[in-house]
């Protein structure tokens, strides 16, 4: 038998080596002839299995793109299977895939019925801000015709009569039947104004041609004068008209109801 510590020959059954002197294990016992060795118990390695990818992450996803085509109602369905599965993703200690997937089908899900929600209100909201905004713009004709009438009062205290031409010239220089009771609109107006028929003030909208559909006129003791303009994206044209009792009428509304 060989020495493992200085690897020379010893003869069989020596308990030490000749040489350098290493003492041998003792020989365990033999098995008895005709037996079988003894079977070496079998061990099941842990070996873990691949993980998987979640359905409902993958649901959760496809029905987030597809809630804006549903008006919300498929977005709402994988919110829920978003959180479902994120969940459950959460839950497996790495078995389950998809977290993702399961984040975005939230996101998505949660977006889509907010940007509907939005466009509702923008529906309702933008359409009444339109007519706000126009009646605001009314308030200018309200005001300069309320103006009208307190110069046209006024003219007719000093001279018993109210303007009757629609134009005069005096010293070379033309002034109309709105100038002539010292009345001019101040900064840039939204409506034309019309006295006698005619034309007096234009806004940039309207052609200085085209009349407010001749609801003006006067003579010595009565007088209409009216203003119109387009206060909104139409091609109707708001008119009002202010008499010599003072009654203002909105004869053409062009306020959208």
Same mark, same amino acid.
């Given at each position: 038998?060989?020495?493992?510590?200085?690897?020379?020959?010893?003869?069989?059954?020596?308990?030490?080596?000749?040489?350098?002197?290493?003492?041998?294990?003792?020989?365990?016992?033999?098995?008895?002839?005709?037996?079988?060795?003894?079977?070496?118990?079998?061990?099941?390695?842990?070996?873990?299995?691949?993980? %998987?990818?979640? =359905? @409902? +992450? &993958?649901?959760?996803?496809? *029905? #987030?793109? /597809?809630?804006?085509?549903?008006?919300? !109602?498929?977005?709402?369905?994988?919110?829920?299977?978003?959180?479902?599965?994120?969940?459950?993703?959460?839950?497996?200690?790495?078995?389950? %895939?998809?977290? =993702? @997937? +399961? &984040?975005?089908?939230?996101? *998505? #899900?949660? /977006?889509?019925?907010?940007?509907?929600? !939005?466009?509702?209100?923008?529906?309702?909201?933008?359409?009444?801000?339109?007519?706000?905004?126009?009646?605001?713009?009314?308030?200018?004709?309200?005001?300069?015709?309320? +103006? &009208?009438?307190?110069?046209?009062?006024?003219?007719?205290?000093?001279?018993?009569?109210?303007?009757?031409?629609?134009?005069?010239?005096?010293?070379?220089?033309?002034?109309?039947?709105?100038?002539?009771?010292?009345?001019?609109?101040?900064?840039?107006?939204?409506?034309?104004?019309?006295?006698?028929?005619?034309?007096?003030?234009?806004?940039?909208?309207?052609?200085?041609?085209?009349?407010?559909?001749?609801?003006?006129?006067?003579?010595?003791?009565?007088?209409?004068?009216?203003?119109?303009?387009?206060?909104?994206?139409?091609?109707?044209?708001?008119?009002?008209?202010?008499?010599?009792?003072?009654?203002?009428?909105?004869?053409?509304?062009?306020?959208?109801?």
């Amino acid at each position: 038998m060989r020495c493992p510590n200085c690897g020379k020959e010893n003869s069989e059954g020596s308990k030490s080596c000749q040489h350098c002197g290493h003492q041998f294990a003792a020989p365990g016992p033999s098995a008895p002839a005709g037996s079988k060795p003894a079977a070496i118990p079998e061990t099941r390695s842990a070996i873990s299995q691949a993980p %998987r990818t979640s =359905g @409902m +992450a &993958i649901a959760s996803l496809v *029905l #987030g793109i /597809l809630g804006g085509c549903s008006f919300g !109602l498929a977005g709402i369905v994988g919110l829920i299977l978003g959180i479902i599965a994120y969940r459950e993703i959460g839950r497996s200690q790495g078995q389950i %895939r998809g977290k =993702g @997937m +399961a &984040i975005t089908g939230i996101i *998505l #899900g949660a /977006l889509f019925p907010v940007f509907i929600f !939005l466009g509702i209100m923008a529906a309702i909201a933008i359409p009444n801000f339109l007519r706000f905004q126009a009646r605001a713009k009314q308030s200018e004709a309200k005001q300069n015709l309320g +103006a &009208i009438f307190t110069a046209y009062a006024a003219y007719y205290a000093d001279n018993n009569t109210y303007p009757t031409a629609p134009m005069i010239n005096v010293n070379g220089k033309d002034y109309n039947c709105l100038a002539i009771a010292d009345w001019e609109p101040k900064g840039r107006i939204r409506y034309t104004y019309e006295c006698m028929g005619t034309v007096a003030y234009h806004n940039d909208q309207i052609a200085p041609s085209e009349s407010c559909g001749g609801n003006s006129g006067a003579d010595q003791t009565s007088f209409t004068i009216s203003a119109c303009g387009n206060i909104d994206a139409d091609s109707t044209l708001d008119v009002w008209t202010i008499n010599d009792s003072k009654v203002l009428i909105n004869v053409v509304n062009d306020v959208r109801e």
